[in-house]
């Protein structure tokens, strides 16, 4: 009788310590999903220092000829249609610039996102960088418009519901680069 007694009693608190782990978890994991974007002269600074990194970048993935929603995780690895490979200089290169991923777009434009957060289901936040080219490819851009912006400020954005409405926002940083801020609202 005391040892099953003492078995539920270390079930009880083994199911406590569990509860507790999970909710520590989920608060931590709550605020770093929910920290503030970086400021769009941060991401500009960052773009200055690693300028070179950018370019090299551009310059690999236009000679890939990658179809329109190609994507390149932290890892290197890059994903198009339904294949995958890793590049081990992208990795080099992605790592250098601190970059979540990359996206290639149908015109030929290219996203950098540096920070954000998004899922299926909830509201999409991200700031990077994106290169436009001259000349774009001639497919069919499907995706979001740009919008030139004065500033990347919360506060000096088209606002919807409480908040940033959905968009593409640009501010130039140079012929071709710009600081970019996606937002998309669930």
């Known amino acids: ?11 009880v608190i083994a199911l406590v310590i569990t509860l507790f782990v999970v909710c520590i978890g989920g608060a931590l994991a709550w605020l770093m999903w929910d920290a503030p974007l970086p ?22 993935l236009q000679k890939e000829k990658l179809v329109s929603g190609a994507h390149v995780g932290s890892d290197g690895t890059i994903s198009y249609d339904e294949h995958s490979r890793a590049v081990p200089v992208y990795r080099e290169l992605i790592d250098r610039i601190g970059a979540k991923y990359i996206l290639v777009r149908e015109d030929g434009s290219i996203e950098f996102a540096l920070r954000g957060h998004g899922c299926t289901i909830c ?9 436009v080219p001259n000349v774009p490819n001639e497919a069919p851009y499907s ?11 919360s506060a000096k954005l088209p606002q919807e519901g409480g908040g940033v409405a959905s968009g593409l ?18």
């Open 1 to 11: 009788m005391l040892k099953e007694l003492f078995l539920v009693i270390t079930q």
């Open 39 to 60: 400021s769009e002269q941060f991401v500009r600074q960052q773009f200055v220092r690693q300028r070179s990194d950018y370019v090299a970048l551009v310059l690999l």
């Open 123 to 131: 509201s999409d936040s991200y700031i990077g960088v994106r290169y």
């Open 143 to 153: 995706g979001w418009t740009q919008q030139l912006v004065d500033s990347l400020e």
């Open 169 to 186: 926002y640009v501010v130039p940083i140079e012929p071709n680069w710009y600081v970019y801020r996606f937002e998309y609202r669930e």
